[in-house]
């Protein structure tokens, strides 16, 4: 029950950092431009709503090639049609099967969630996750307005947060995931923004 909780709530997480920074981008780089504040919100809300859905889309994919194991069967019927002994063909199988069975445990043993979930419910959580992210960005054009440094603290903290929990949730480490998360988010959003008023 732990794990699944825990698959919904990095599921949550992946979705809302995607849906903070890619529609914070889009408006900061519209504000540089000169774009009229009206237009500018409608055209972050279109991104925020396209960013969940592709998102999700990846996702629910990427969920069912990893279920299906068809890379796994790829790679046996590489090695099966090899032009060797079959002593040797038997070992390359068995090596890559114990190898492919080595990496999923080191792997499920260092993400904790073990994303279990299904292809859709996968989906499903990367898309409200989007669209909470959005909310946030929506929420804080409300709050504060460009070209002012106080424009990007409450996305720089959401992202810090988020951050932090999603590479704990993965047993990686968590300064690296404030770092990479909200420095990125930020620069990505100001540099658009500074890009638009170059245009």
């Known amino acids: 029950m732990l794990k699944i909780s825990a698959s919904y709530f990095s599921s949550v997480l992946i979705g809302a ?5 890619i529609p ?4 900061c780089f519209l504000t540089g431009l000169g774009s009229p504040f009206p237009a500018a919100r409608i055209y972050t809300i ?3 709503l396209a960013t969940a859905v592709l998102m999700a889309a990846g996702g629910f994919f990427t969920r069912r090639e990893e279920l299906s194991r068809t890379h796994d069967k790829r790679i046996l019927n590489v090695y099966k049609g090899l032009d060797v002994a079959d002593h040797i063909k038997d070992d390359l199988i068995k090596d890559a099967q114990r190898e492919s069975s080595e990496w999923k445990t080191a792997w499920s043993g260092k993400t904790a969630p073990g994303e279990p ?3 859709l419910h996968y989906a499903c959580w990367i898309f409200w996750g ?3 992210g959005g909310l946030i960005v929506l929420l804080n054009i409300r709050l504060a307005a460009l070209p002012g440094y106080r424009f990007f603290v409450l996305p720089a903290l959401m992202l810090m947060i988020a951050g932090f929990l999603k590479y704990r949730l993965f047993g990686r480490p968590a300064w690296g995931g404030i770092l990479l998360t909200a420095g990125g988010g930020v620069i990505a959003a ?6 638009g008023t170059l245009l």
């Open 46 to 48: 279109y991104a925020a």
């Open 17 to 21: 950092i995607d849906g903070i920074i």
């Open 24 to 27: 914070l981008t889009v408006y």
């Open 130 to 132: 989007c669209i909470a």
């Open 190 to 195: 100001a540099g658009a923004y500074w890009i």
């Open 117 to 119: 979930l299904a292809p």
